[in-house]
């Protein structure tokens, strides 16, 4: 009776590769659960609680209890809801999300009944869509003390596909979603799938990163594991943190440019695809509409312009007061959106917001449901006609004019493997254009089409690049340069902040103390030896860094290096330069 059901009834057998299962958090295990925490609480002096989970899996749940609750709530048989071409799939995960929260905010309730103030959470989603195992961050925000993931643990599959900054990410996209409250990474001291320990890089990196981006770090190891380096090396590490645990506690992240995660989309984007002729092999098509990959080419991109970012999700948009600090936002095929999101998107970008917005952006309400014109058609300078193509060898041009203005140095470039049929609006500036499709890889180069491929638009007094195409996940399976530039030129541009070194594998995070305002800056040096998992860090000499400011500094240090630093004025650039970069630098910049 508690364990979680499949749609024919059958358990939930199988979990990590032997005859594992999981309970479900509505069955009356539940009732058990909270008797247990209560009793716990009453007797022992226990600090708090850590669920490692609970979670819904793949195909679940279907038990009897789902079912009652489903019914009474929505008036429907959840049995009919088994994949996203349900009319009813967003009542099934949102009732999945609902079911997790309820059930921590009942343990939470049972523990501080008896040791107040008691800290309770979970292990809730990292930087992917929480649909799958019903875990919404910020729903659970409102029923635990703290938010963590599993950030740190990597090399699932094969080491070079995992992005050196999914620990920096996840802890950034946490710190978004938190509501002010701690945040944590979980971090396995293994190479996965094997308990066998990471390099001593990976491993630094790994706790440098969970500090620099303002969480803190949980570690799992073995005991026989205590004396090897990887452990070593988590020892250093903490001891250097140890060491300036006050200066480097209670900051928040600061960036002029922020980088959407859209929930809606991770969970429903790609459901309600339309019905054309190229579209028959819908499973391929999917492919080319990966949010997951949209947004991590993204995030490569403003990594490696060097300059420092924030992360921010839907409800950090609609806060009326959290978009006056960002100055630039990318929406990287941020499909799905609702009016309030689309409509305060749009008035930022009329007070002077810059967006840059690629493919279906908008295209979509947050349930999924294709609209029919894109919810920021205006913003975009563009109205939606109808998907344009699958693309192999195609090509896009880019009109001389932009081509100067921004230091293209090829007129012709790599499409998008996705294209879209838009027509530009009156004023707005075709600045690329797709070419005819190409017949096969050597065929000569057809003639321009005019489907425009680029639009640059103003609005109000901002303005937007909008690329009709797929061209963030474009850059992140290929690392195409001219896609790098489209999509960080206005970080690029004036940066507040920037990091100029000899590799572009540093990762800048600036966070300021919310007392006295004092500027931590870190920087995550990941440049290896071309391989993963990282055997050896290489040192970066004279790195740059560039702080647009008026303001002189009392202090200026770098702390793992232990040296004050010399400054020097540029223009209105504060610029200083660190004579080498190990793994990690710290850059302490005090006012007063």
């Known amino acids: 009776d508690w364990v979680q059901r499949k749609v024919d009834g059958t358990p939930l057998t199988g979990l990590y590769g032997g005859g594992g299962t999981s309970l479900c958090v509505n069955s009356p295990w539940r009732d058990w659960i909270m008797a247990l925490t209560e009793e716990m ?25 789902c079912q009652a609750l489903f019914k009474e709530k929505y008036g429907l048989d959840i049995r009919q809801t088994v994949d996203a071409r349900s009319p009813h799939w967003r009542e099934f995960i949102e009732f999945r999300y609902d079911s997790i929260a309820r059930f921590v905010g009942d343990c939470r309730t049972a523990l501080q009944k008896y040791r107040p103030g008691a800290p309770l959470y979970m292990n809730a989603n990292g930087l992917h869509s929480g649909h799958a195992n019903g875990r ?9 003390d703290i938010l963590g ?31 002010g409250k701690p945040t944590v990474i979980f971090t396995a001291v293994g190479h996965k799938p094997w308990e066998y320990p990471l390099t001593p890089p990976e491993i630094r990196l790994n706790v440098a990163a969970t500090f620099a981006a303002g969480a803190s770090p949980w570690l799992g190891g073995y005991h026989k594991d205590l004396h090897d380096p990887s452990l070593q090396a988590v020892a250093e590490e903490l001891g250097f943190f140890a060491q300036y645990e006050d200066l480097l506690s209670d900051t928040v992240g600061k960036g002029e440019t922020a980088l959407l995660w859209s929930h809606d989309t991770a969970d429903y984007y790609g459901s309600h695809l339309p019905e054309i002729d190229f579209m028959v092999e819908k499973p391929e098509a999917l492919k080319e509409l990966d949010f997951q990959s949209s947004f991590s080419g993204g995030y490569e991109a403003l990594m490696r312009s060097g300059t420092s970012f924030i992360i921010v999700d839907e409800f950090g948009i609609n806060d009326e007061n959290f978009l006056s600090g960002i100055k630039t936002l990318l929406l990287t095929d941020t499909a799905c959106m609702s009016e309030r999101t689309a409509q305060r998107i749009r008035e930022w970008v009329r007070q002077g917001g810059t967006l840059i917005a690629t493919n279906n952006s908008s295209l979509f309400d947050e349930n999924g449901r294709p609209r029919q014109d894109f919810g920021l058609a205006d913003v975009f300078g563009a109205l939606y ?39 530009a609006l009156p004023g707005a500036e075709v600045v690329g254009r797709y070419y005819q499709p190409t017949e096969s890889r050597y065929s000569p180069k057809p003639d321009l089409s005019p489907d425009p491929a680029i639009i640059h638009n103003r609005y109000g007094q901002g303005e937007c690049l909008y690329l009709a195409g797929n061209a963030a996940r474009l850059y992140w399976l290929y690392r195409i340069a001219e896609y790098f530039d489209l999509l960080t030129i206005p970080a690029r541009r004036q940066p507040l902040l920037q990091v100029e070194a000899s590799s572009s594998s540093v990762e800048v995070i600036w966070r300021e103390k919310k007392e006295g305002g004092d500027y931590l ?62 793994h990690h630098e710290v850059i302490h910049i005090a006012w007063r």
């Open 41 to 65: 609480a009453a007797k022992y002096p226990i600090d708090g609680i850590f669920l490692d989970g609970p979670c819904f899996y793949s195909g679940t749940c279907y038990c009897v209890s």
């Open 136 to 144: 919404h961050n910020r729903k659970l925000m409102k029923v635990q």
């Open 385 to 423: 006609v109808e998907p344009r193509g699958l693309s192999q060898w195609d090509l896009l041009y880019l009109e001389e004019g932009f081509r100067q203005r921004h230091g293209f140095s090829r007129e012709d470039i790599p499409s998008p493997s996705y294209q879209l049929r838009v027509q």
């Open 521 to 582: 800056i870190h920087l995550l040096n990941y440049t290896g030896e071309m391989e993963r998992p990282i055997k050896q860090i290489q040192t970066l000499e004279n790195v740059v860094l560039r702080l647009r400011t008026a303001r002189k500094p009392t202090r200026l240090q770098a702390l793992r290096a232990g040296k004050e630093l010399a400054w020097e004025r540029k223009g209105e650039y504060l610029t200083l330069a660190l004579p080498a970069l190990g």
């Open 149 to 179: 993931a599993e950030g740190g643990f990597i090399f699932y599959g094969r080491p070079i596909d995992t992005p050196f900054w999914k620990v920096s990410g996840t802890a950034k996209y946490l710190e978004a979603q938190a509501e």
